[in-house]
């Protein structure tokens, strides 16, 4: 330069002690700042940043008299020796060689700067990392040997040269209200672990490592946060309150050997946290699980089944890395109960009845049962036929699959089979399906039921009634408990009228009616007696008459005879 006399090197402090050339460094769109200290003895001389070889005004960017100029600054701290030039906005057109001077007479010497630009971005890979909204995620940050004892920290977003200023913790302030920072010099890691997470906190981030000399180091992590719901599609389970369910959960083959589980709920973040069942501990009082890996599928149990157990449920299967995978479940536990209405069918003791139980197209080749009761979760334990085994000593089905009708025949009928069934067509998937039947079995009986009396000794009279289409039909009456034990007392149709002298039969046609009359009661002729005129004994065709028999009771007369005593003894 034509007005200097001689360029005294400088020896400039900046990232690197080498003499001979100075490297700086600077981001894209960023300043580069290159500082130069000097002896005390030229506090007062004039410094200068310049460019390329310093042979000319223009190569000289800025000096200390002119203070800023275009996209150059400069300053001079007198105190401390040191003058610092500062290059804004940098682009790639400002990388290659500069030089750092005092003005001075005498020979021109020199002191080389190499600046390097990079792009204001990092990096060419990224870490990926997910969690779930409310949860907390780690990010873990590999770094080098050397960086040991170096800060470390972590921001958002991918520019490194705002990275240190906007870093949302640091290792010399390890923790605050969601982030905290931990850092195994062993394993050269440092993690970053943030809590309390939302989707805003979702984007990338980098892991920083401040370097004495040169620029920071970094590596790339993008945080997915999820919403903390669990899935678009889920698998409908229904069982019925006091009985159980098995609620089969799919996984892929890399998941073999993994830790399964299941929770209630569909929050992801909290899953197995609040396991109620995992592989590692497979049975407690209510859940159980079994793994097939060989079909891919682990199944959870659960037995004693209330209403309160029904709502989301999530299968979980725990991943080395990334997020666990789920599947989602409803379980709708019914009560145990069936159903809104019934079919009423009668039969009468001793007979037989069908109960016809409709089904469903899509049923025709599934089998079909009926128990009693009105608890549909026992109903196939319990079941009394079914159609894989059709026929037992009372019981009998049949299926007629062009109606869609199976027919359940109950024969030999006692009071005792009188109450609720279910009709039971078992399905694949989902519930079994059922129809309700209340079934009455009436006692044999007749088309009326009466209680006579009647004194011994005396006769008595019993009417009988019958249909008017048995006029023609043998009228009898006899004498037993139960029609089934009953014996002639007397009929219309034996040779002599009767089979006891003291009974008469006498039928008139014209009434419907016959009567039995007993010339005289005995004492035993107390019971149970049955006037009918149908030899079949069909159900209602018959009288019921009690007879019960009056004690006559006689009041003895007791006479008290006083005999007279003569006067003539008297009046001895």
Not at 81 to 103: H, P, R
Not at 116 to 142: A, F, L, W
Not at 410 to 428: A, P, W
Request: proline share 2%; with cysteine.
């Amino acid at each position: 330069m034509k007005m200097w006399c001689l360029q005294i090197m400088l020896f400039i402090l900046f990232m690197t002690g080498a003499a001979e050339i100075i490297h700086v460094f600077g981001y894209e769109g960023k300043e580069a700042k290159v500082s130069c200290s000097y002896e005390k003895r030229y506090k007062s001389d004039v410094k200068y940043l310049c460019r390329n070889n310093c042979g000319s005004d223009d190569d000289v960017l800025i000096t200390t008299t002119q203070g800023s100029k275009y996209r150059y600054s400069i300053s001079d701290d007198k105190n401390k020796q040191v003058f610092t030039a500062t290059i804004s906005n940098l682009n790639e057109n400002d990388a290659g060689k500069y030089w750092c001077g005092v003005t001075r007479c005498g020979k021109n010497i020199y002191i080389e700067v190499s600046l390097n630009i990079v792009r204001d971005t990092c990096c060419d890979s990224s870490s990926k990392v997910q969690s779930y909204e409310g949860g907390s995620v780690s990010i873990s940050c590999p770094y080098e040997s050397q960086d040991q004892n170096n800060m470390k920290y972590v921001c958002r977003g991918n520019q490194p040269s705002s990275c240190l200023q906007q870093a949302l913790i640091t290792s010399n302030n390890r923790q605050n209200t969601q982030f905290s920072l931990t850092d195994d010099k062993e394993s050269r890691k440092f993690t970053v672990t943030i809590t309390s997470l939302s989707q805003k906190d979702s984007g990338s981030y980098l892991c920083g490592v401040k370097r004495n000399t040169g620029l920071d180091v970094f590596s790339a992590v993008d945080l997915e946060v999820k919403e903390n719901t669990c899935c678009r599609s889920s698998t409908k389970v229904q069982s019925y309150e006091g009985g159980s369910v098995s609620i089969s959960c799919p996984y892929e083959s890399l998941d073999q050997n993994n830790m399964k589980y299941i929770c209630r709920g569909n929050q992801p973040s909290s899953c197995l946290q609040q396991a109620l069942i995992t592989s590692n501990n497979r049975q407690n009082t209510q859940f159980s699980l079994t793994d097939d890996k060989v079909s891919r599928k682990f199944t959870v149990t659960i037995t004693s089944l209330t209403q309160k157990d029904s709502g989301s449920y999530l299968c979980g299967v725990q991943r080395n890395t990334g997020l666990d995978v789920f599947s989602a479940v409803d379980l709708e536990v019914r009560e145990n109960t069936c159903c809104d209405s019934s079919t009423k069918v009668q039969s009468y003791e001793g007979g037989s009845v069908s109960i016809c139980c409709p089904y469903e197209s899509q049923d025709q080749n599934n089998m079909k049962y009926i128990c009693r009761g009105n608890q549909p979760s026992s109903c196939l334990q319990q079941a009394l036929i079914t159609s894989n085994n059709r026929q037992n000593t009372q019981f009998s089905l049949t299926d007629d699959k062009e109606s869609r009708k199976f027919t359940v025949t109950i024969t030999s009928l006692t009071q005792k089979d009188s109450g609720s069934y279910l009709c039971g067509v078992k399905r694949n998937t989902g519930l079994n399906d059922f129809s309700a039947v209340d079934l009455e079995v009436r006692e044999w009986c007749c088309v009326k039921s009466n209680k006579l009396s009647g004194p011994v000794g005396r006769p008595l009279t019993m009417q009988c009634p019958y249909p008017p289409q048995h006029g023609t039909n043998r009228k009898f009456l006899c004498k037993g408990d139960h029609h089934r034990n009953c014996t002639d007392m007397v009929t219309s149709q034996n040779s002599s009228g009767h089979t006891d002298v003291r009974f008469t039969l006498l039928d008139d046609v014209s009434s419907s009616s016959f009567s039995v009359t007993i010339t005289e009661l005995k004492a035993g002729d107390a019971g149970t007696y049955w006037c009918g005129s149908d030899s079949q004994w069909t159900f209602g065709n018959y009288t019921k008459i009690q007879l019960s028999l009056d004690v006559v009771v006689f009041n003895p007369v007791v006479f008290i005879v006083q005999r007279e005593q003569n006067n003539h003894q008297s009046g001895r």
